[in-house]
């Protein structure tokens, strides 16, 4: 069947366009490119029907679980993917529960807020030395606010390194930023 090629041909595309938004979007979403990177490389490895059924069927599993992952956003009761990316951030190598979720993200929602209502809306912002400065000034004040018992002080300073990485690569200014989606 030449057209079961042509389908698994049209999912790949569908998947990689969807994927490279969401590694923009989130980068600690790696794991699904891994993923994705292991399924193609199994298809290519052989071209009869069944190894062509199978790379259908685990690319076709693969883009539901994509979708599932998108719509965690509204799971983890946050604003956006914006947030949630931040939110990822400060909760990696971290096992939250109870107060100590909830606190992390009011922080990361607070912190994406403040960034997005002052400093992020300044033109070509990461050409600035003094803002650059605020930006990252901010994040460190912002994040000052995780809970004290999760997050020793050192954590909290690479946490504002991570996110600061996270703002630089993803927003640049004037309120313009990856996120936004042509339609």
Do not use: C
């Not at 193609?40 to 690319?59: H, I, P, Q, R, W």
């Amino acid at each position: 069947m030449p057209n079961k090629n042509t389908f698994v041909y049209d999912l790949q595309n569908a998947i990689d366009q969807k994927l490279q938004q969401m590694l923009k979007e989130n980068p600690l979403r790696l794991e699904f490119y891994e993923r994705y990177k292991e399924i193609v490389d199994e298809y290519n490895k052989g071209k009869s029907l069944e190894d062509t059924l199978t790379a259908f069927n685990n690319l076709n599993n693969f883009y539901n679980d994509l979708t599932f992952e998108e719509k965690r956003v509204v799971r983890e009761q946050l604003a956006d993917q914006e947030t949630l990316a931040i939110f990822d951030l400060l909760r990696e190598g971290k096992e939250l529960y109870g107060d100590d979720l909830k606190q992390v993200k009011k922080v990361a929602s607070e912190t994406l807020d403040k960034l997005k209502a002052e400093k992020l809306k300044i033109d070509h912002w990461r050409e600035k030395r003094e803002v650059t400065a605020q930006v990252k000034s901010e994040i460190y004040n912002q994040l000052l606010w995780l809970p004290q018992e999760v997050y020793t002080d050192e954590e909290v300073s690479l946490k504002t390194v991570t996110i600061y990485q996270h703002i630089y690569s993803n927003y640049y200014g004037a309120g313009k930023s990856v996120y936004i989606r042509s339609a």
